[in-house]
């Protein structure tokens, strides 16, 4: 162990710090923009910051709700979501779906968004957006603390049946450009997101893939 003095707490006890610094730590994150239908046919859209893709084939990928709220209600009626990437300009949108609003309320309206139909579910997609990705829900799970009992948030994951992405985002080669999206991350604090740019970018070949 480094005889480095380090910061030390555990976070039963409090992080004694002016914000909690987990959400900093690992970060920034993909924001999870999920528009969901209910079984009545309500539209919903919201933001959340924990959300990433957990495997290949076939693509599945998640977000985690603290506390049981509408987007998590119903997925669980319907079985199906999409996933609606953030970038640059739509990011004071995606702020705005936030928003508390009254049951009922249309937060694709609220944010000036426009809906459009799926091909795969019936939930839909924001079409300002330049990717989406359709899916179909395969597990909702109440997550559990070191001492196996319930806590209120539940993680969704969902298989991505069909995906939507602006061509001006593929190269001649087909190759999906990270940077050229824009897209928005959250990051820790109350208000912090970050963007990225080719610039940032440096390349890894895993060793497994390097030619002897």
């Not at 995606?94 to 309320?105: D, V, W």
């Not at 948030?153 to 999906?176: C, F, K, N, R, S």
Request: overall charge negative.
């Amino acid at each position: 162990m480094s005889s480095k003095p380090r910061y030390y707490y555990e976070p039963a006890a409090g992080h004694g710090l002016a914000h909690d610094p987990l959400n900093a730590i690992v970060g920034p994150r993909p924001i999870g923009w999920i528009s969901s239908l209910s079984a009545a046919g309500q539209r919903n859209l919201a933001p959340y910051s924990f959300f990433n893709c957990f495997n290949y084939r076939p693509p599945i990928i998640g977000f985690a709700s603290t506390g049981w709220k509408d987007s998590v209600a119903n997925i669980v009626e319907t079985g199906e979501f999409v996933w609606n990437l953030t970038t640059r300009p739509l990011a004071e949108a995606m702020n705005n779906s936030s928003a508390s609003l009254p049951r009922g309320e249309d937060e694709f309206a609220f944010a000036g968004l426009t809906p459009i139909p799926g091909r795969r579910v019936k939930a839909e997609l924001v079409a300002e957006s330049p990717v989406n990705f359709e899916c179909r829900l395969t597990q909702c799970i109440q997550l559990l603390n070191a001492a196996g009992g319930n806590i209120e948030t539940w993680l969704v994951l969902g298989e991505v049946v069909a995906v939507h992405i602006d061509p001006v985002l593929l190269d001649e080669q087909g190759v999906y450009q990270t940077a050229a999206a824009q897209p928005v991350l959250r990051a820790g604090g109350p208000t912090a997101y970050y963007g990225i740019s080719e610039q940032h970018r440096f390349d890894l070949v895993r060793p497994d893939a390097r030619k002897p």
